[in-house]
Every structure is written in structure tokens, then in C-alpha cells.
């Protein structure tokens, strides 16, 4: 012990007394022989050994660690910031955006529903902060992952395309990792692992003739769509003026007549700056930039005249973290093109699923308010992404989720949201212990047909989110049983929850048993024409997927969200085994507000399962789209 | 029925065959110049092959008005065909301005339903909006082809058009609405304005700053820069006050500091204060603060304080405050009124003001 404290004295000597502490006359007394002999222990190497390295802990990332953990494998996610979210977290505050944005059926599922519904269950106060660490929460449960945080990515390196380790450091610490895989997942954003690989990227704007594109330019350029830095702020009770730093850009009204002031507790997503120059290497001078542009911005709010409501609103939050939207996009087996994305195809190969409109972003952003910020062309329906551009073409063990994905910068415009990356990371995630499981490459699994089919049926067992796979788990014990129920609604049929679809698809069936709870607790169960061993049973609720429901700064954001639990999802159930008409309770729930939610024990023999629900969060219906029953 | 741009100048030629096929695919276009005079302004093809006429019409002095052609085509999908005949308008910019069909042959919606005056509403609407998504979208991504609804029409696809793009097309007349649009907005379009540019001049400058088509305010309002501003500050002021859309605050950024120095200048647009819009009144105020105003400046702002905004009032009360000029009797007369205001803050304005005036030399 009293070696430690003089190592720790003899650290900080060295380590941080240089700048902090040489004034100190505690520290003035340390001897130049003894700071040599400090000074190796500054940066020391630290060893690992892992199954799958993800370098990035945004929201692909933390879907990916979740996943690859959840199906048995050693996950080390590296975070180069002291918080996860990326984008979403509370260091840049952009809402989660996916294909709610259709305004159909389509939120994401899986996952990143599991975490919003966590989200908007346990932080009614939309606290940015506690946002943080439902992120924080989840992957820090999972004892198959090692999360590092404050840890960046500084290097790789490569043997015969294969990725064997990856240096990073975390300064906080000290410390430098030398971290061995089997499989690696560049979440960067940037695909910093991938580039420094070596791996094939693009990067600017291709050509219309290149992928025959409508919406791509003309000519291809390195112009990609800026970053953007956020802003919040506060009513007062009082007058609040504000004197805008000697470096805040100026702004007048005709500034303002593409870009719409409607509110200012939250802005703005069009204070975008960078897609002239590298968003990347230029980023020291970007934020500047887009530090001048929002206080610019808020002069102008404050003090035109134009906005004389903003008398008692000050400043409450200013990013310093610009939100990036497009850097490399690594190439995998197969492009993403804006056909892809337009006239959506089933690919033999589709994993995940996006549903964002085609938006792209000039690349002036603020430097050329003349033009619109954004031209957004809507989509009819989710589109399908394959698994083919999920991975780098040139590495055999190197998995892609994000915006750094195999895509045109026109598709990019689409699946760059972070609601589509989720998916694409829990794709990933599920991949990585798939072909460890079954001694597979990446290639492999994504050209075996059979292979592929079984995989996407995990996904499906997983609530990924998924298009146009139906369950068809031979493992799957509900499948042959039948099914009844104490009551039906014509439209919420029981047979409804073994009908293979987990979710409304748009195709105006209900795909979920409902029945009226009014008159008692309704009851549906499942019977086997003989016993049947099993140790888990896990249903699907109905979290109505037609809403959006996303923490945001902005109020109007959660105009048609139910925060807190969802309003049609099961609360309270008694999930019942019964053999020969003779029912007893295996387990309760109480409080429920999950979509997925798989209930485990010893395994029993039984020949029928029931549940009873006592309570939903306020549907007049008791609502399940599915139950599945496995023996694992 | 759509609306109808009567010819009111000298037809210089009429000849426009325009003939397009499977339309989908709109090639770039070769073309021919005229010059001066010339009939035909612009020849071109679309599908490497048809032929189209474009003309310039001129107004009765001769000023080049707008472009016009006649389409006669079919436009067909799968088989399909549909023939519209129909005169298309551009103004001098290549943007839309009407459209007209003639007795007999409507444009019609689903199973030849004609278009009600609400459609041709719509239709103009669309039409008019050079950066709709339509632009983006070839016919097949703007319906859903496995609802296909069974007619013997072109637009029978429309019944199976999506929601989320209903609003950018006409109801039952999706392919229709996809033809015109094109045509309108597309690469004639890019000819038409390419031609204007190459015949314009300080004549038509002057014209477009003083045309009530916002497209033409903009353009000349471009055109406008620090060695000719001056040049142009009556139509400049002109804009502030009557320029249509945005337009005023563009034009607002055409005076130079040198020129809110000056005398007339500022009297003619501080007359503007109670005329203009809140936000426009508020960039006068804001261009106000560092200049120095006039005798006679003073004079109109003191007389306008009546017609401003509570806020718009504690601004002006601090111009009035920093400036350096003595103000008149009346001046003060109305300036010491204020203080009778429910707004402390401009009570207090105002005796500053009064109080300083006469400490003044």
C-alpha cells in the first residue's frame, strides 16, 4: 500500500505536476533521478482478448455490443468519449430519427425499442443526462461486455486482410490497449478503423451517371453535408439580454427565409457548416465556425427585433460537439443506391431496415442561406438493407454500422439517421456471434442462402427489425400448438399470435390477438396435443409502432408521444403452465412496459401455456402479437 | 380550364411540334440561338430526336414578355396513351406562368373525369414550384404499381398513389401532373432562362427591378452590387417598400453604409416606417443604429415613432438617444408624450432624451 501512494505521488510529479502542481513546494522537492524513473510508467500497456472489438459507442455500437453480447459473445466496446450515444447522446443532443418519419407502422424494433421504451418509461423528466445512462445501463448489465470508456482508436493492425488488433488510448487513464479480436465493428462514424486498415472508402458526392442516380450531382466532387452544432435555452422570469461574443457571425432576415424560427428551447439541425471542407480533418476550425454561426443565430434572436418573444429566454446549453453527418463510407460487398432506397428491394440478404427520407443537405450549410438547407424527398414505404453492405470488402473480419457503411452519398441521405444505424449495429452484433457459433466468415454467411435464412430468423426471434421475414423458428414450440382464448375481438383473432408477423406491416391486419379487458382478465393459451419440455417462453406486446418516440430538447417533438410506459402495452400478466386442466403460476410481471420480454426458468413438461393479463397502461385491450415457447 | 396569357405583342412564328414518346427520360438538350429578332428563340430536342420550338413573344414596344409553346403529344406508360394537347408560358426566367387547353380536350383525372377549377388550382400550384420532388422522381417511384387500378387511361396508375406524395400531385392525375411538370420545369426551362442571360441588358435590368414578378426582383437584385448600387437606389427603395415575397430583405442589403448616410435616403425610408412589415421595419431600425441621421431624417423618424411596436419603440428611443443632433420643438413635443407610456422603460427613454437634448449645444 505505502509503495502505491508513492508511485501515485511520483505519477503526478511527472504526469501532471509539469503543468499543475510545479508551484507546489510539496512537489518542488521531487528529484530528477526519481522523475525517470516515473516517467515509464506514464502511457503503460494493457492487454486484451476478445471475441469482437467494436471501436465507437454511439448508437450502432451500443446496439452492436448489446447484440454480439446477448448471443454469447465477448464484446470490449471502445468509446472515445465518457459517455455513449454518439449523436444522440447528451453531448450533442440530436434526436433519434428513423423510419417513423414515414408516419405509418414503421418505428424500429429490437434494441433501440427496448431502449426508447426504457427511455421514455424511466425519464418522464427528459433529462438529457439520465438519457445518457439508460445507454450507460444497458450495456454495463451485460457481463460478456467490457466497455472502455474515454478510449480512442489510434491504430490497427492488419495480417492478410484480416484484422487481428487495434491500439487505442485513454488518456484519463493513462493507458494504452492493445486489443486482439476475432472480429472487429468500425462504428466510428468516421470508419477511422476501417481507413486505417486500409479498407477501399469513398468519400464526396458521385455522379448521377455513376450509379444512375437522379439525385446525385452532375459532376462528382469531395462535398459532403455539414456538421451541426445544438443549441438550448431557457424561459426566465426576468429579462435576459445577451451580448454575442466579437467572433459571432452577424445575420439579417433574409438569412432566415429557408431556415424557419418557429422556437428556440432547441436549434437548430440547419446550423450546419463543413460540407465544403473535410468534416473530418477540419473539424478544430468547424466547430469554431459553428460556434460563431449559433451564437450568430442567437444575436440574431436575441437582439433583431424580429423575435421580441425571446425577451426572457437565455442560453441554457451550447454543443461543443458538432454532429456529423457524412465521412468515409467504407465499400462492402454491395452499394447502397438511391434505387435501393426509392424502389425498395427484398434482399435475399436484408437484415435491417430504414424508412428516412432521401435528405440531403447542400454542403454550404450557413455559408450559403440563399439556398435551402435541405431537399427531402419522401419515401412510400421502409426499405430493406443488406447485409452485404454491412461488412468491409477488403477485410475478412470486419463489420460496418452507421453512417460509415457501404452506401452512395445519395443512399447515405438516408441511412445515415441513427435510428437506421441502430438497426444496422444490432444486424451486426447478432452476425458476429452467429459465425463464431457456427465457424463461419462474414463472406460466408452472407452468400450461404441457407445460412442466411437461419440468421435472419434469429434476428426475427430478437425483434430486429426486420421486412418480409416471417417466423418460421422450427425450435419454435408455439408454432404447433393451438391456440385459444377466453375472448376475441373480430380484428384481434387468437390464432393472430402465431401467425408468424410480430408487428402491423400495413397490410390492414391487426398480426396481434386482442380482447376486451373490461369484463375480467382475458386469457389466451396454448396447448399441445402432448406435453412438451420447455425453459422459455417470451412474448411480443404491442408498444404502438405508429407513433414516434424519442427523447428530443424540442417540445414540438413529442407532440403525439405517449411518454412513459405505451398505452397498449400488457402491464400486469400471470404467465401459467398447465398440465391435464390443472394451471399453476411459473411467473409474474408486474409493471411491464417492454415490447420483447422472455421469461426463463428450469424447464418444465407441460402441455399447455396461458396468460392472464390483470392490466394494461390504459388500452381498453389486451393486446399480443406473439408468444413463442422454446426448449434452449 | 386552365388560365389564359393573351397574346398581346407581335407573334413572330408559330411552330412547335412537341412529340414525346415513353417521356421518362428527358435528355439534355441541344440547342440553337436566335438572334435578335429571330423567330424561333430555341430549338431543341428531347429524346435525341423530337423536335421543340420555343418562341419569344414580345409586348407592343417590343420588350421581350414571356415564352410560349404548343404541345401536341402523346405521353404514354405501358401501352397507354393519352394525348395532350396544350400551350405552355413561361416568364422571361423560365419559370412557369400558365398554362391553357383547348375547347375539347380537358385535361382529365381518373376514368376521363375533367378537372375541376380546383384542380387547375392545384395543378398551377405544382407546376409553380421549381424545387418539387417530382423533380427527383421517375413515374414509377410515385405509384404504387402493385395496386395498379384497372382503366383504359394513363392516369389509371393514379389511383394507387402513395400518401406521402399525394400533395405534390393532382388526385387521379398523377401522370399528367409528372408530364407537365417536366416539361414546365425541366430542361426547357434551363434554355429559356440561358437565353434570357444572353440578351440581357441595362434596359431589362431596369424593367425587372420594377416588374411585380418576384422571380425578376431577385434576379436584378443579384445583379445589383457595391460599384452600381447607387446606381439603383430609387428601385432599390422601391422593393423595400413593394417588393414581393422576400424580396424586401434582399433589397435591403443593396444600400451600402456610405448610402444610409445620406440624407435622402434615410428620409425616404424612414417615410416607409408604418408601411412594411414587422421584420422589415426592424432591419431599417437595426441599419440605423451606427449612422448618424440627418435634420430632415429625424424629423420623419420622430413623426413614425407613433406606428411602431413596443419594441420596435425602445430601439428607436435608443437610436434617437446616441444621436448627436439637437432635436426641434416638435420633435421634443412628441418625444416628452412618451413619457405618459405604460413602459417604464420607455418612460425612462423618453426623459433621457428630452433631458439630454437640452444639455445639448
Redesign the interface.
Known amino acids: 500500500m505505502e509503495t502505491k501512494r508513492r508511485d501515485f505521488i511520483k505519477c503526478l510529479g511527472m504526469g501532471s505536476g509539469a503543468f499543475f502542481f510545479s508551484a507546489s513546494p510539496g512537489f518542488s522537492q521531487i528529484q530528477p533521478e526519481e522523475l525517470a524513473e516515473v516517467n515509464k510508467d506514464v502511457f503503460k500497456k494493457v492487454s486484451y482478448e476478445t471475441d469482437f472489438l467494436i471501436a465507437g459507442g454511439g448508437m450502432s455500437g451500443v446496439c452492436a455490443a448489446i447484440a454480439a453480447a446477448r448471443n454469447g459473445a465477448k464484446v470490449i466496446l471502445i468509446q472515445n468519449r465518457s459517455r455513449l450515444g454518439g449523436n444522440a447522446s447528451s453531448e450533442i443532443r440530436m434526436h433519434i430519427s428513423g423510419a417513423s418519419a ?2 405509418q407502422v414503421w418505428r424500429e424494433t429490437g434494441i433501440l425499442e427496448e431502449l426508447v421504451l426504457t427511455e421514455a418509461a424511466e425519464n418522464t423528466q427528459r433529462s438529457y443526462e439520465m438519457w445518457d445512462f439508460v445507454l450507460y445501463d444497458k450495456v454495463v448489465s451485460e457481463k460478456n461486455i467490457t466497455l472502455l470508456l474515454d478510449t480512442a482508436f489510434i491504430d490497427v493492425q492488419v495480417e492478410n486482410g484480416i484484422v487481428k488488433s487495434i491500439t487505442a488510448i485513454c488518456s484519463p487513464t493513462e493507458e494504452i490497449y492493445e486489443i486482439k479480436a476475432k472480429y472487429f465493428a468500425d462504428c466510428t462514424g468516421d470508419a477511422t478503423l476501417a481507413a486505417k486498415a486500409g479498407c477501399e472508402f469513398m468519400w464526396g458526392r458521385e455522379e448521377k451517371s455513376r450509379w444512375n442516380e ?2 446525385a450531382v452532375d459532376v462528382a466532387d469531395n462535398k459532403t453535408m455539414g456538421n451541426s452544432l445544438l443549441f438550448m435555452s431557457q424561459k426566465h422570469e426576468k429579462s435576459m439580454p445577451y451580448t454575442p461574443p466579437k467572433w459571432a457571425r452577424k445575420y ?3 438569412d432566415f ?1 429557408h431556415r424557419k424560427i418557429t422556437q428556440w428551447e432547441y436549434g437548430y439541425w440547419w446550423l450546419e457548416l463543413g460540407g465544403m471542407e473535410d468534416t473530418v480533418k477540419e473539424g478544430q476550425q468547424n466547430r469554431h465556425d459553428l460556434l460563431s454561426v449559433l451564437f450568430g443565430v442567437w444575436d440574431y434572436i436575441k437582439n ?3 423575435h ?1 418573444e425571446s ?1 426572457n429566454w437565455a442560453l441554457s446549453w451550447v454543443g461543443m460537439i458538432p454532429g456529423k453527418r457524412e465521412s468515409r463510407r467504407v465499400v462492402g460487398d454491395y452499394i447502397m443506391k438511391q434505387g435501393d432506397i ?2 425498395p428491394k427484398m434482399f435475399p440478404d436484408r437484415v435491417a431496415y430504414g424508412g428516412w427520407p ?1 435528405d440531403d443537405h447542400p454542403p454550404g450549410g450557413m455559408n450559403t442561406t440563399g439556398v ?1 438547407p435541405y ?7 421502409p426499405y430493406s438493407i443488406p447485409f452485404k453492405s454491412l461488412y468491409a470488402k477488403s477485410m475478412d473480419n470486419l463489420f460496418l454500422a452507421g453512417r460509415n457503411v457501404s452506401v452512395s452519398h445519395v443512399a447515405l441521405s438516408s441511412t445515415r439517421v441513427m435510428a437506421t444505424c441502430a438497426t444496422m449495429g444490432q444486424a451486426i452484433g447478432t452476425a458476429m456471434a452467429y459465425c463464431e457459433k457456427n465457424q463461419l466468415s462474414i463472406r460466408q454467411l452472407a452468400n450461404n442462402q441457407q445460412q442466411m435464412k437461419k440468421f435472419q430468423q434469429l434476428l426475427l426471434r430478437q425483434d430486429q427489425s426486420i421486412l418480409g421475414v416471417e417466423n418460421m423458428d422450427a425450435n419454435d414450440l408455439a408454432r404447433k400448438a393451438s391456440v385459444t382464448a377466453s375472448s376475441e375481438t373480430a380484428d384481434g383473432l387468437a390464432r393472430n399470435i402465431t401467425d408468424g408477423i410480430n408487428r402491423d406491416i400495413g397490410d390492414g391486419k391487426s398480426h396481434q390477438w386482442r380482447a376486451e379487458i373490461k369484463n375480467g382478465e382475458p386469457w389466451i393459451s396454448l396447448k399441445w396435443n402432448s406435453p412438451v419440455r420447455m425453459n422459455k417462453v417470451q412474448f411480443i406486446f404491442d408498444t404502438g409502432l405508429h407513433r414516434f418516440l424519442r427523447i428530443s430538447p424540442q417540445d414540438t417533438v413529442y407532440f403525439g408521444q405517449e411518454r412513459g410506459p405505451q398505452p397498449e402495452t400488457v402491464a400486469d400478466y400471470t404467465l401459467e403452465a398447465g398440465r391435464n386442466g390443472a394451471y399453476y403460476p411459473l411467473q409474474k410481471m408486474e409493471n411491464n412496459f417492454l415490447r420483447l420480454v422472455t421469461h426463463e426458468f428450469e424447464p418444465i413438461t407441460t402441455d399447455t401455456i396461458r396468460i392472464k393479463i390483470h392490466k394494461t397502461h390504459g388500452d381498453e385491450l389486451a393486446r399480443i402479437f406473439e408468444i413463442r415457447c422454446y426448449m434452449d | 380550364m386552365g388560365i389564359f396569357y393573351k397574346f398581346r405583342g407581335l407573334a413572330i412564328k408559330i411552330s412547335v411540334f412537341f412529340f414525346a414518346g415513353i417521356f421518362c427520360c428527358f435528355n439534355a438538350m441541344a440547342m440553337v440561338w436566335g438572334n435578335g429578332g429571330d423567330s424561333t428563340v430555341i430549338e431543341s430536342t428531347i429524346n435525341d430526336s423530337i423536335p421543340v420550338e420555343v418562341q419569344l413573344e414580345v409586348d407592343g414596344e417590343g420588350h421581350p414578355n414571356q415564352y410560349y409553346t404548343h404541345v401536341r403529344t402523346p405521353v404514354c406508360k405501358e401501352g397507354l396513351c393519352y394525348l395532350m394537347v396544350i400551350d405552355l408560358y413561361w416568364d422571361l426566367l423560365g419559370n412557369f406562368l400558365a398554362y391553357k387547353v383547348p375547347e375539347g380536350r380537358p385535361l382529365t383525372k381518373f376514368d376521363h373525369e375533367p378537372f375541376s377549377p380546383q384542380d387547375h388550382k392545384k395543378m398551377t400550384e405544382i407546376l409553380s414550384n421549381k424545387d418539387s420532388f417530382l423533380r427527383f422522381y421517375t413515374l414509377d417511384n410515385l405509384v404504387d404499381t402493385t395496386q395498379k387500378k384497372s382503366s383504359d387511361e394513363v392516369d389509371g396508375i393514379t389511383g394507387a398513389t402513395h400518401k406521402s406524395i399525394k400533395s405534390d400531385v393532382v388526385g387521379g392525375a398523377v401522370y399528367s401532373t409528372y408530364v407537365l411538370w417536366h416539361i414546365f420545369n425541366g430542361h426547357l426551362s434551363d434554355s429559356i432562362l440561358r437565353h434570357t442571360e444572353s440578351q440581357f441588358d441595362k434596359a431589362m435590368m431596369e424593367r425587372f427591378l420594377s416588374s411585380n414578378n418576384h422571380h425578376y426582383q431577385y434576379y436584378a437584385l443579384e445583379k445589383i452590387n457595391q460599384d452600381n448600387s447607387a446606381e439603383y437606389l430609387p428601385q432599390i427603395i422601391q422593393l423595400i417598400a413593394n417588393g414581393k415575397s422576400y424580396v424586401p430583405y434582399f433589397a435591403v442589403e443593396k444600400i451600402s453604409p456610405r448610402d444610409w448616410r445620406k440624407p435622402e435616403i434615410q428620409k425616404n425610408i424612414l417615410q416607409l416606417l408604418g408601411t412594411l412589415n414587422f421584420e422589415m421595419e426592424n432591419e431599417i431600425l437595426n441599419r440605423l443604429q451606427d449612422v448618424p441621421i440627418s435634420e430632415d431624417g429625424m424629423k420623419v423618424f420622430v413623426e413614425k415613432l407613433d406606428n411602431l411596436e413596443e419594441s420596435q419603440l425602445i430601439k428607436a428611443l435608443d437610436i434617437i438617444n446616441n444621436q448627436e443632433i439637437r432635436l426641434n420643438e416638435d420633435a421634443l413635443r412628441i418625444i416628452a408624450s412618451l413619457s405618459n407610456h405604460p413602459n417604464p422603460k420607455i418612460v425612462t427613454q423618453s426623459e433621457n432624451i428630452v433631458h439630454g437634448n437640452n444639455r445639448l449645444p
Open positions: 414515414l408516419r437522379s439525385l439579417t432576415t433574409k427565409v433583431s427585433g424580429n421580441p425577451e426509392q424502389s432521401l435551402v431537399i427531402s424527398i419522401p419515401l412510400k414505404g
